[in-house]
């Protein structure tokens, strides 16, 4: 069965440090997807990557970027130089054929970036 | 911009009630779902539409109902509160179901 796991329940750092959020999942299905998304303190979920399983290339938009590696079944997030606007839950999220494309979401990683 | 707007931000019900959470969207999305969201639970799926008057259930529909009359309005239905269903209540639409998803702001509902 599918699954998503987020092992690091919260994470807390200082600003302008680097950190990065785990993400191990689960699929039997050879094409699948991965997403990250990211919950401020106002409670909307707003989506940052879509990536699929036939897309290995590392992404880097700013100061995010994203490390998939089929061969451990992990798609990390780093976020570099963090910010006190970084402070958010951040969930991962798979989809794949089995799970008739609906979203198999991870239990989220608090971030608290203190300044 | 993609909108999905839900009604109440806030929500206090008593236990035996029948509630209603509404969602509207604004882009003419097939796909709208809805999730509860309990902390270290992550979201889990309650119910989702891929169209008008078409419903599936998602994996925790008990105590739950959904209703889809209009394209852009997808409804979410406690026929008779209770106290475990105090929680956040997203809403979200999408194009495709392995596309982005767009989210509304989130209920928090308390049931007392």
């Known amino acids: 069965a599918q699954k998503v796991t987020q092992a690091q329940t919260e994470i807390s750092v200082v600003e302008k440090e680097d950190v990065t959020l785990d993400c191990v999942y689960e699929t039997r299905d050879t094409t699948y997807y991965l997403f990250w998304y990211k919950q401020p303190p106002s409670g909307e979920l707003v989506f940052l990557i879509r990536?699929?399983?036939?897309d290995e290339q590392n992404e880097i938009s700013g100061r995010y970027s994203w490390n998939f590696q089929k061969s451990t079944s992990s798609f990390n997030f780093t976020i570099t130089a963090s910010q006190v606007v970084d402070s958010a839950v951040y969930f991962c999220?798979?989809?794949?054929?089995?799970?008739?494309?609906?979203?198999?979401w991870g239990a989220g990683t608090k971030l608290i970036i203190k300044p | 911009d993609v909108k999905v707007t839900q009604s109440s931000r806030y929500l206090v019900k008593r236990t035996g009630e029948k509630v209603f959470l509404e969602c509207v969207q604004d882009?003419?999305?097939?796909?709208m779902f809805w999730y509860r969201q309990d902390p270290g639970l992550g979201l889990r799926l309650i119910y989702f539409?891929?169209?008008?008057?078409?419903?599936e259930k998602g994996d925790i529909p008990e105590g739950y109902s959904v209703s889809r009359e209009k394209k852009e309005r997808f409804s979410l239905i406690l026929e008779s509160a209770s106290t475990n269903q105090t929680s956040m209540y997203l809403c979200a639409s999408t194009l495709p179901l392995n596309t982005e998803a767009f989210f509304g702001q989130g209920t928090r509902l308390t049931v007392v």
């Open positions: 882009m003419d999305h097939e796909n």
């Open positions: 539409s891929y169209d008008v008057k078409m419903k």
């Open positions: 990536r699929n399983s036939f």
């Open positions: 999220a798979l989809s794949d054929a089995d799970s008739n494309y609906q979203l198999i």
